[in-house]
């Protein structure tokens, strides 16, 4: 199962949990904090609006026990979450406020300000927000440094990164703390500074923007593009981030590679002064033992090998998979 906490007992702290703003990620967020054994409380923007979301949370868990990746007591535990369309009602005397509303300033602002005036004083608040600066919405928050960004990814019940965003005067023991909810309950939370986009997605724009340029250009088609993307470079992405995926190609092939980009695409694929330090030194990757990491011979071969086994097994696994559905997966075609 996904759910690495689900059956394993739920963790020490938080036990009681409000998630205000049931929609995509809240009801998700929701759906695998009941499954972890949390007690949870929704609250939604109308009593009909939180009414449906209660609904919705309950087809969504009987959906995954039923495709057998929810194991069949989440149902019972969803269904164990109250939902009470009153913010101050929902917030009161829980330990972790987990605020989804909609991405837009002034309703983020008026929410984290009411619930964090009547949350206990020393429960932890985290907003999800994709983009807004944690600092500018701490402003508004009541004893602001128990409150930080909790980045997670759709869907969030099955994304396991969470990027984890504390503002300048977040508690440092309110971020160990949520680390360590996150880990216990099968996350892999990355603590990261704030700033717009944060991480992830400041990556993946870029990302998304040269796919964009590619289809403008007239390279290829949206389909060409993504099964390009999806069996290259973002094959191997479940295991190695850049920086690994970079020291195993070597650093000198790669600033050779970016230099003829530069050339053709000018400043938008300028490259960071860091590699052409590191290919200065003579930092290659793994062929010369130092690149973003360093490498005994015997790290090295390992890696190699342990990186084979796992492609490997992963292009088992799509073998195995059914189609996804027609339009988007070549096989059925
Ligand atoms: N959808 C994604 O892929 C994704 C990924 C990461 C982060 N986020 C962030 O998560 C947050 C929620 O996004 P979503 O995709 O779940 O949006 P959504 O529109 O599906 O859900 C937002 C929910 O908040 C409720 N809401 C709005 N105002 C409210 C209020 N005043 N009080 C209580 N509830 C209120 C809405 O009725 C709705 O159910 C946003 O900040 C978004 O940027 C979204």
Redesign the pocket.
């Known amino acids: 199962m996904a759910t690495g906490a689900v059956g394993a007992g739920a963790p020490a702290w938080p036990r009681t949990v409000a998630v205000?703003?049931?929609?995509?990620?809240?009801l998700g967020v929701a759906e695998q904090f009941a499954a972890a054994g949390l007690t949870v409380r929704i609250?939604?923007?109308s009593p009909e609006?939180t009414a449906q979301?209660y609904d919705r949370l309950m087809q969504r868990v009987r959906g995954h026990a039923a495709a057998g990746i929810m194991p069949p007591e989440a149902v019972e535990r969803c269904a164990a979450v109250t939902a009470n369309p009153d913010?101050a009602a929902t917030v009161d005397g829980v330990d972790f406020i987990f605020e989804?509303?909609?991405?837009q300033q002034e309703?983020?602002d008026?929410?984290l300000a009411r619930l964090s005036r009547a949350a206990r004083p020393d429960a932890v608040i985290v907003?999800?927000?994709?983009?807004f600066p944690i600092d500018d919405l701490a402003e508004h928050v009541l004893n602001a440094e128990r409150f930080l960004g909790l980045?997670?990814?759709?869907p969030p019940e099955w994304t396991p990164g969470v990027e984890v965003i504390p503002h300048d005067t977040t508690d440092p023991a309110a971020v160990t703390q949520v680390v360590a909810f996150l880990r216990a309950i099968g996350k892999r939370p990355a603590v990261v500074r704030s700033a717009p986009g944060f991480v992830a997605n400041r990556i993946q724009n870029a990302l998304f923007r040269e796919a964009l340029a590619c289809v403008q250009d007239g390279l290829a088609s949206p389909r060409e593009v993504d099964e390009v993307c999806r069996s290259t470079f973002g094959f191997r992405m479940p295991f190695f981030g850049p920086f690994l995926i970079a020291d195993m190609a070597g650093l000198d092939v790669w600033e050779s590679a970016a230099g003829t980009m530069e050339r053709a695409y000018g400043e938008r694929f300028q490259m960071p002064p860091i590699l052409h330090d590191l290919v200065a030194q003579g930092k290659l990757g793994t062929k010369t033992g130092a690149g973003f990491f360093t490498y005994t011979p015997e790290e090295r071969d390992q890696l190699l090998l342990e990186r084979d086994r796992r492609y490997a097994a992963l292009n088992e696994l799509l073998a195995r998979l059914p189609p996804i559905v027609a339009g988007t997966d070549d096989r059925e075609e």
């Open positions: 205000i703003g049931a929609g995509t990620m809240g609250t939604d923007r609006a979301a913010l989804a509303v909609f991405e309703v983020k008026d929410v907003s999800n927000t994709s983009s980045h997670w990814f759709n």
